[in-house]
T-cell receptor
Framework: QQQVKQSPQSLIVQKGGISIINCAYE??????FPWYQQFPGKGPALLIA?????SEKKEGRFTISFNKSAKQFSLHIMDSQPGDSATYFC??????????FGAGTILRVKS | ETGVTQSPTHLIKTRGQQVTLRCSSQ?????VSWYQQALGQGPQFIFQ???????GRGNFPPRFSGLQFPNYSSELNVNALELDDSALYLC????????????FGPGTRLLVL
């Protein structure tokens, strides 16, 4: 059972553009929603995370939008740069325990 | 870079063999979680160790087992290797019950032939 569905599988964005990645979840008990960035040969690195009591969180060029009623959340990368080219994973967790990951989105930012 | 280290970085085994992967936690962290990441997929939770005992397990067979040591480092053991076990194995350390403190290591790439 895929508890977190992520889209799109891949994304190409021009430098300076906005990258948008979406995730949908099924389990309403989830209470923590992070986004991870992974470069080839590296482990996932936490980018930004949100709790369901807020609808939006912004850190620099990265913003999470959260829609509790729709059970969806998304990552927006403003002013996308070639250095942002990586694989991005959404995830969800409940009660501070294991992370359930989406399948990933390969982002390529063209210069 | 996180303080989580894993060894070895790469490993090649043949089907039916056994393998042991190692992980050192970030300083101050008392919980270790292991994930399997198949090529082109998101990480999948294998199990978690806290106070040297298994503290939650994902949908993996018993041939996947682990240990946690008093210094909070951990091992992942896989017996009777199958071709589908080829993957990147990720270790993540955290404070117990605080997944927001979880940091991942660089992983061990296992290839089963």
């Amino acid at each position: 059972q895929q508890q977190v569905k992520q889209s799109p599988q891949s994304l190409i964005v021009q430098k300076g553009g906005i990258s948008i990645i979406n995730c949908a979840y099924e389990n309403t008990a989830f209470d923590y929603f992070p986004w991870y960035q992974q470069f080839p040969g590296k482990g996932p690195a936490l980018l930004i995370a949100i709790r369901p009591d807020v609808s939006e969180k912004k850190e620099g060029r990265f913003t999470i939008s959260f829609n509790k009623s729709a059970k969806q959340f998304s990552l927006h990368i403003m002013d996308s740069q070639p250095g942002d080219s990586a694989t991005y994973f959404c995830a969800a967790s409940k009660d501070g325990n294991k992370l359930v990951f989406g399948a990933g989105t390969i982002l390529r930012v063209k210069s | 870079e996180t303080g989580v280290t894993q060894s070895p970085t790469h490993l090649i085994k043949t089907r039916g063999q056994q393998v042991t992967l190692r992980c050192s936690s970030q300083s101050g962290h008392n919980t270790v979680s292991w994930y399997q990441q198949a090529l082109g997929q998101g990480p999948q939770f294998i199990f978690q160790y806290y106070r040297e005992e298994e503290n939650g397990r994902g949908n993996f067979p018993p041939r996947f087992s682990g240990l946690q040591f008093p210094n909070y480092s951990s091992e992942l053991n896989v017996n009777a290797l199958e071709l589908d076990d080829s993957a990147l194995y990720l270790c993540a350390s955290s404070l117990h019950g605080q997944v927001e403190t979880q940091y991942f290591g660089p992983g061990t790439r296992l290839l089963v032939l």
